[in-house]
């Protein structure tokens, strides 16, 4: 599976969207340089209070810009960083990765997906009733779908652009499949 990204954003402060920029860099271990949720730990603000000590599996958030192609035909207009996502990606299936998948993005970066990003209710404040398309329960199986990507650790750092090419790497099998992180 090969794709491409095609936006990059970070934010130095706490909010729910982040700014486009025309790169960001990767640290290995720690996240996006100069991003909020950038560190050894978890820097998720709500789950500070109680877990801090956690390891951050959230260091880097990609979310799939098919996605906003879905959302724009049921009437919700929503663009890059908007979500809150460090990666917007195009052509590659992020949801349908098995936990521990490497992307390859660029000439040197590797992220390394650690599961699901959880949606909370702030999708609602940012456009009503968007939490409902990004987050259901399938009424055949009663099992949940998680529509808003991924979230991934930084194994090799390196700058990450928009057109840049995403090359996926499947762990060896068996393939577990992701889980909210």
Do not use: W
């Amino acid at each position: 599976m090969a794709g491409q990204v095609t936006a990059v954003s970070r934010n130095e402060g706490y909010s729910f969207s982040k700014p486009n920029r025309d790169s960001i860099r990767l640290l290995t271990g720690l996240g996006v340089e100069g991003d909020v949720h950038a560190g050894e730990t978890i820097r998720h603000q709500f789950r500070m209070t109680y877990e801090p000590n956690l390891p951050n599996l959230r260091q880097v958030h990609l979310m799939q810009e098919e996605l906003f192609d879905e959302l724009a035909f049921k009437g919700f207009q929503v663009s890059a960083g908007q979500l809150g996502e460090n990666i917007t990606t195009r052509g590659v299936e992020l949801l349908g990765l098995p936990t521990g998948a490497l992307l390859r993005l660029g000439e040197h970066a590797v992220l390394e997906v650690t599961g699901l990003r959880n949606p909370c209710s702030k999708i609602n404040d940012f456009r009503k009733g968007l939490l409902s398309e990004v987050f259901a329960m399938d009424p055949s199986s009663g099992e949940f779908t998680f529509k808003s990507g991924v979230m991934a650790v930084v194994r090799c750092g390196g700058i990450v652009r928009p057109d840049d090419p995403i090359r996926v790497e499947s762990p060896p099998p068996p393939h577990r499949p992701l889980e909210r992180v």
